[in-house]
């Protein structure tokens, strides 16, 4: 595989569905998306490039991400050598081969959807395991949730999104900004 195993970028269900234009897609999705694809950029020029990996989450029947439905490709499709791998859990370690592909001390560098969902659970797995993981704000992205208790209402995304950075964060995640690349990615 090419570039050094120490780095990687992981990103997490960057699909067509979930990065079109609201409703469908989450609400920044326009932004995410630029981001995602900027970072990918960087890191597919880095020398040595990261391990780049995909992670593809299938969606049941009839969802937008439904398995060989348009929603569910990929928004950035991968090079070769960048492996895609399809999981059907929140977290990417779970009933995949990431922890195979991953060393145990690697950096992590962890983009995609949904913040709340699939990236909490995936950052929180590669914590546990000992990697250093970096999440990049405005890199990750999930919808408005619906509350249940408490009288219902509505938390908008991006506040559900700060939510889990700040959880993220407290867990002992790193938490950047766009304005880090250029250096996420070099021999520092």
């Given amino acids: 595989m090419p570039g050094s195993t120490r780095r990687v970028l992981l990103i997490l269900d960057a699909q067509t569905a979930a990065l079109s234009p609201p409703p469908t897609g989450i609400p920044s999705s326009e932004t995410v998306r630029k981001n995602i694809a900027q970072i990918l950029g960087a890191a597919r020029s880095a020398n040595p490039p990261p391990l780049i990996i995909h992670i593809r989450t299938a969606g049941d029947v009839g969802e937008p991400d439904e398995p060989k439905s348009p929603g569910w490709e990929l928004v ?26 991953i060393v145990p001390d690697a950096e992590i560098v962890v ?6 969902f699939s990236l909490r659970a995936t950052c929180s797995a590669a914590l546990d395991r000992g990697n250093v993981v970096l999440m990049i704000r405005g890199a990750h992205g999930t919808y408005d949730r619906l509350e249940v208790l408490f009288g219902g209402g509505t938390t908008a995304a991006e506040a559900v999104e700060a939510e889990t950075e700040a959880e993220l964060e407290e867990a002992g995640v790193c938490v950047l900004e766009m304005k880090d690349l250029p250096g996420i990615f070099s021999n520092r």
């Fill in 111 to 116: 983009v995609g959807l949904q913040s709340d």
């Fill in 76 to 101: 950035n499709p991968p090079l070769l050598g960048e492996p895609v791998i399809d999981k059907k859990k929140n977290n990417a370690f779970a009933g995949t081969n990431l922890g195979e592909l």
